[in-house]
């Protein structure tokens, strides 16, 4: 959510400035569509478009709502802003999949470099810049080389059994954290405390809030009012300045908090693989003018990776518990599935993943059921195009609604409730290879982390199962508290904290844990 801004003294003389853009911006949009119509879709408000019209909270319901009207493909404008939103995955299939050349683009963003977020390459413009960031990322996290980390991944949710054992009631902080340990090992090789880990905390705190500035009812405003972004801190509602430079700091702050400890592991040589230690094999064979590009390079992509995957496993790892606790008859199934094939005497392995089926449909459920990036990322037009008989002009915000194909009752009958079963034949096996492609996005700027992903929500999920009972919390007579779910704002939504319980199973406990533990080791 955008901080309120102290702005009507300004408001009317950029309103007018932005009146004279947007009547130049659709002239000439009327001259080059060729007489060919935009998309459906909302007329809007003089000057700020539909920007009123929009959900509060969640701007996907507006959204998807608007396809009632307009068909699944939907032209709105906010402000001086013009946006395509899509709420079919087959159309953002025809275009940012298949028409990939012209749709990998990012719209501007006013506050990216404003906020410190100049690194992260999955906002920059498509071409070079861009492509030498993901062919860096990619060769850590393509499928076939994050297999690599898998016995990171275990150990690390050993120690996310034992933090849950300790204190349950903290899940939600075991599961940031065992996500932040997961991503600082692969980044630097950080062997991160499984409490308390002061670059895991100065991490968490640097990426919890801008996010919530860059969305798309946030971003036509600052792109609108960019001067709010600069002006003096102490200025009477300076706000967003405010929030922009603190953002800022502590960006700067997480850039440089791993330097120290890579120096000595290097120094001393006991570095171990990561991200880092893969960029600088590479280094050597790169000439010595490009080396400080490539160091450049391979900055923002550390960075960007430990942004990218912030919040978003922990976000699905709590709609897996969400699920759980509202459902208890499918944890109870997935337990016998579990006890059948892992038994009860030790902890779940990678090598168990294909004979558990209802799991995996379980996972899968759990990314359509609740998109945890329900508005994906947005993509841009680099030129016009014509889709279907309309016009689609360069330059326009691509919007790819996951949360409204996540509703599609055609694919997904009884779309809102959580069922596995319908990622299964009638004799259990698996219909599908993977969740539904609106998941990780869509075409080249799909989600790069997917793998890695996918191994640390499956393994600390699996293990979770196999473990615990994730219950609703009960009130002082005993009885269960019912509650009806509610979500987080922003591009990851996940859900806000629920009455719940977690109890270890029978006969797991620490000591089991830890003879467990030394079994596997
Ligand atoms: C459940 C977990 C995750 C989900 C649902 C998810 C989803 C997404 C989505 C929807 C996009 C935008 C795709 C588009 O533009 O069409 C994206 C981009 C991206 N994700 Fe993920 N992501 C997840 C985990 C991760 C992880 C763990 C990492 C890092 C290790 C990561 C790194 C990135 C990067 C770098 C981009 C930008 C790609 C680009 O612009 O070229 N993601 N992700």
Redesign the pocket.
Known sequence: MIPTLDMHSTLILSLSVIAVVIVDRLARKKRASGGLPLPPGPTGLPLVGSLFSLDKRDVFYTYRDWTATYGDMVYARFLNEEMIIINSEKIAVDL?DKRSNNYSD?PFLAALKPYGWGFS????NYGDY?RIR?KL?HHT?RADAVAKFQPMQISKVHQLLANILECPEDYAAHLETY?SCI?MS?VYGYDAKPRDDPLVDITSKAMHGPLKVFTPEGCPLVNAFPFLLRLPTWFPGATLARHARASHDNIQSMGVAAIPYMEKKMINGTAVPSLVTDMLERLEEVEADKKAAFEAAVKDVMT??V???SE??T??LLVFILAMVLHPEIQQRAQVHLDAVVGRDRLPEFSDRELLPYVEAILIEC?RWE???PI????TATESDVYEGYYIPKGVTIV?N?WAMSRNESAFPNASEFKPERWLDAEGRLTVDGPPG?????????????W???A??WIALCSLLANFEFHKAKDAKGREIDFVPTFTTGFVRMPDPFPSRVVARPGFDSERLAQWVRAST
């Open positions: 940012l990012r390459f999955a906002d920059v861009w993901r990322f996290f996500n991503t692969i960007t990776t942004a990218g995957a978003t496993t976000a699905t990314m998109p945890v990036s994906g990322r947005p993509h790819a996951a609106f998941v990780f996005g869509f075409g080249r700027r799909v989600c790069p982390g997917r890695a992903a996918d640390g929500i």
